[in-house]
């Protein structure tokens, strides 16, 4: 089973350019999630989704958006990169209290 | 108040010692408490889910939690190279909801 894939693992972009994160379970979870990590600033909630068809806002959202079409996918869309939009970005899925990472993308936006 | 506080560490420890890391937190309402490790550039994996009040035990690790005092321990013992990580504490008040709340995670270094 692989659990939780993001694509890509690494990512330069210029400013203003947009750019879409995947995210892809096969858990059959119905909440996901969409985390920044910073140094110092720990893990932070950007969007989620409890199940298919609906989302909603996190900690930090602006300049983010995301989609649930379907139980397995759930995409983070970038639409004009900024660099303080450079961080390390995890997806996250859970069936209940428990959470369960991707690998991760490392983005830096220059 | 941040909602949930842990120390950045690092802490450096000699292989074979007793780690404890420590979380507290201001929110009653968190139930289920879980500790996350995290290696260098990988993901968080979840280590140690718990409810309630009490020690929950895994092999080398120990997870307690005091609801009373809003305090939240992981113990390692013979601790060795490869528990090397960021840990991070994490919580939740249950229900629909199933967001958790993170402390920022302390790294922790194990020397051989």
């Known amino acids: 089973t692989a659990g939780i894939t993001q694509a890509p693992t690494s990512q330069i972009l210029a400013a203003g350019r947009s750019m879409t994160l995947r995210c892809t379970q096969d858990?059959?979870?119905?909440?996901m999630y969409w985390y920044r990590q910073d140094l110092g600033l720990g893990l932070r909630l950007i969007h989620y989704?409890?199940?298919?068809?609906?989302?909603g806002k996190g900690e930090v959202p602006d300049g983010y958006s995301v989609s649930r079409a379907n139980t397995d996918d759930f995409p983070l869309t970038l639409a004009s990169a900024v660099p303080s939009q450079t961080s390390v970005y995890f997806c996250?899925?859970?069936?209940?209290?428990?959470?369960?990472f991707g690998p991760g993308t490392r983005l830096t936006v220059l | 108040q941040k909602e949930v506080e842990q120390d950045p560490g690092p802490l450096s420890v000699p292989e074979g010692a007793i780690v404890s890391l420590n979380c507290t937190y201001s929110?009653?309402?968190?139930?289920?408490f879980m500790w996350y490790r995290q290696y260098s550039r990988k993901g968080p994996e979840l280590l140690m889910y718990?409810?309630?009040?009490g020690n929950k035990e895994d092999g080398r690790f120990t997870a307690q939690v005091d609801k009373s005092s809003k305090y939240i321990s992981l113990f390692i013992r013979d601790s060795q190279p490869s528990d090397s990580a960021t840990y991070l504490c994490?919580?939740?008040?249950?229900?629909?909801?199933?967001?958790?709340?993170f402390g920022k995670g302390t790294l922790l270094t194990v020397n051989p």
């Open positions: 996250a899925s859970s069936a209940g209290d428990t959470q369960y």
């Open positions: 858990m059959r979870h119905n909440a």
């Open positions: 989704s409890n199940t298919a068809g609906t989302t």
């Open positions: 929110n009653s309402a968190f139930q289920y």
């Open positions: 718990t409810y309630s009040s």
């Open positions: 994490a919580m939740s008040s249950g229900g629909s909801n199933y967001k958790l709340t």
